[in-house]
């Protein structure tokens, strides 16, 4: 185990005994069903758990939820809180079968120190809404279905261990805040449900995600406009559509991206590895300083790949982006390629990339034989150590790289 790994622990585990000892010596242990909340599947406990949260926030104690299968509806769970507040879940919490789309199904907001814990399911029941989503195969789709848990404006917080199963579109959100650790987590969602991202990040600053499984329908993890100070570790990812950046620059509120560090994850039988994706015809923005390192791809398609001429499905991608890609390294990525390009650097002819890096890349096609490379508009690469697939030429034809995917 390296030193990076050991220190990244010990942190954690200083930040749990110092979490929990606050939240334990603050106001209490509050459990729903004393508050009429009724396990059965059923019984609709919406007002139950707003009840019991009220005390726990009030209190800055910890909200029990044991034994059962909780139905729930549409919640907000809203601070500020007196102190630091625990959530803890050791059952079941079901959403209501059929289509949603509200902006969440769950919702954490304005709350400082907060802890989502436990060896409980949120369950979206997400099987009863995926034929309403229109959002696989319609570009730009406004009808969007409501994601599982959201994190707006939680700051200094803790998401530990609990399982989240089948969201109706995102699994979690985390938006608008700072300093989240996310831990020991189980994301699953069948690889073809639409739009079921696992964890999805944007305006959010310094957040850990590590020691979790993540398999859905769309990206594990979408590190969207704003997201800043992320890493990533030990993450495993499949199915899905990989571990992304992006997509920046489709609007004109649209943030930076920069500080992304994804180490020693393992990416399985997904639509791409590690992913950059910008639109076309953008807003000038830049995504920088960015480390994939030491990553294992197990019959991943694209398992290295900027694509700075994305636009959500839509037959024309004319148009340039204006995101600005700089200072990019992918650092001892190996494993096997489903897709005969497996290194796939098509940036922008308006912003080519800069300072892109490739350090002991060893990725085979999936039948054994060697995968190739593809660039355009990426100039200043720097290749370090062993090269599989070879270093590509400056500029490969279109047609070309349409027949090798």
Same mark, same amino acid.
């Given at each position: 185990m ?14 749990m ?25 059923k019984?609709?406990?919406?007002? *139950?758990?707003?009840a ?18 909780y139905?729930?509806?549409t ?11 625990s ?10 079968q059929g ?17 989502i814990q ?8 997400g099987?009863?809404a ?11 789709c ?20 609990v ?14 805040g ?21 964890i999805?990040?944007?305006?959010i600053?310094?957040v ?6 993540i398999?859905?329908? &769309? &990206? ?5 406009p704003?997201?800043t ?19 920046i ?38 995504? *920088? ?6 990553i294992?791809?197990?019959? *991943? ?8 001429h994305y636009?959500g499905?839509?037959?024309d ?10 200072d ?14 497996a ?18 890349i060893?990725?085979?096609f999936?039948?054994?034989?060697r ?6 508009? *990426? ?8 090269q ?18």
């Open positions: 390296g030193l990076s790994s050991l220190f990244s622990k010990a942190v954690l585990l200083v930040f005994v110092e979490f929990m000892s606050q939240v334990c010596s603050q106001g209490g242990l509050f459990d729903v069903r004393a508050s009429g909340a009724v396990g059965d599947g019984t609709d406990n919406t007002n *139950a758990f707003l019991t949260w009220t005390k726990a926030c009030q209190s800055g104690g910890t909200m029990q939820i044991v034994d059962g299968t139905l729930l509806k919640i907000q769970f809203e601070g500020p809180c007196k102190g630091q507040v959530f803890t879940v050791n059952a079941v919490i079901q959403a209501p289509k949603s789309t509200e902006h969440y199904w769950i919702n954490f907001k304005n709350i400082n120190g907060l802890t436990g060896s409980g399911t949120f369950d979206g029941q099987p009863s995926w034929n309403f989503s229109t959002c696989s195969n319609v570009p730009s406004s009808s969007r279905l409501s994601p599982s848990v959201v994190l707006t404006k939680v700051n200094n917080s803790l998401v530990q261990n399982k989240l199963l089948n969201s109706k579109g995102f699994q979690m959100k985390i938006e608008d700072d300093h989240v650790t996310v831990n020991n987590i189980t994301i699953t969602a069948p690889a073809d449900s639409p739009n079921t991202d696992g999805h990040t944007g305006n600053n310094f850990n995600i590590q020691d979790s499984n398999g859905t329908g &769309d &990206d594990c993890i979408s590190m969207g704003g997201t100070n992320i890493n990533i570790t030990r993450v495993n990812c499949g199915p899905g559509h990989g571990i992304s950046i992006g997509s620059g489709k609007l004109a509120t649209d943030q930076n991206v920069f500080g992304v560090k994804v180490l020693n994850c393992t990416i399985r039988l997904t639509q791409n590895g590690v992913r950059i994706k910008t639109w076309n015809s953008t807003f000038p923005l830049s995504v *920088a300083d960015v480390t994939f390192q030491d294992i791809m197990d019959r *991943a398609h694209n398992p290295i790949i900027i694509d700075q636009c499905g839509r037959r991608c004319s148009g340039n982006s204006h995101v600005q890609v700089k990019i390294k992918f650092i001892g990525i190996s494993g096997t390629s489903a897709s005969k390009i290194v796939n650097l098509n940036c922008s002819s308006s912003n080519p990339c800069s300072d892109i890096e490739l350090n002991n060893n990725l085979s999936q039948d054994g034989t995968a190739v490379s593809a660039c355009s508009n *990426a100039p200043r690469i720097l290749y370090v150590g062993p599989n697939p070879h270093a590509c030429p400056q500029r490969l034809d279109p047609s070309m790289m349409l027949a090798y995917m």
